[in-house]
């Protein structure tokens, strides 16, 4: 059975690893739903998220192929129970003097925030779990939505 997976890498931070690791994915006919490239405490060191779907047999082989490069320190699932995930929103809904206060309430219930307002557009920052985003995103749609950026997943195992 296909399930979505979030793999964790820890990757010595070097020219050209996240191209192997991407190509070798891609290669072997899988897809990246999120990447997310972040540091470490340790400059010479990266870690990379992976969001994917697959079966067990294919996400093993995955793990397998990605920890056989040369510069892949670990690979390992995050199991959601044992992990703390999180992505981040930034999404423009259009605005005026008749809308702002229904976009503020919808703000505040889920503990988001306006970073910028203009005379004709806000644009709310969220971060949260994937469930929430999504959540938000369908409830905001009763606003008109001018445009959206969502990072992919970051996360770290308890």
């Keep these: 059975m296909e399930k979505r997976e979030v793999l964790s890498l820890i990757v010595r931070n070097s020219y050209g690893v996240l191209a192997r690791i991407v190509t070798l994915i891609g290669r072997r006919g899988y897809n990246i ?3 997310t490239v972040s540091a470490t405490n340790d400059n010479s060191i990266s870690r990379i998220t992976i969001t994917t ?6 996400i093993d082989h995955i793990i397998e192929q990605i920890s056989k490069l040369e510069e ?8 959601p129970e044992k992990s ?14 008749t809308n702002r206060g229904k976009i503020r ?4 219930i889920f503990r988001a925030s306006i970073v910028d307002l203009s005379p004709g557009s806000v ?3 969220l971060a949260g779990k994937s469930s929430t985003i999504d959540g938000f995103v369908t409830m905001a749609e009763e606003f008109e939505i ?10 770290l195992s308890r």
């Design 33 to 35: 739903d999120t990447l």
């Design 53 to 58: 779907k697959g079966d067990e047999a294919n």
């Design 72 to 79: 892949v320190i670990d690979v390992y699932v995050l199991e």
């Design 84 to 97: 703390v995930m999180r992505e981040l929103l930034l999404l423009k809904i259009k605005a005026d003097e």
């Design 105 to 108: 309430d919808f703000v505040d």
């Design 123 to 125: 644009v709310i920052q």
């Design 146 to 155: 001018v445009e959206m950026c969502r990072t992919g997943i970051t996360a």
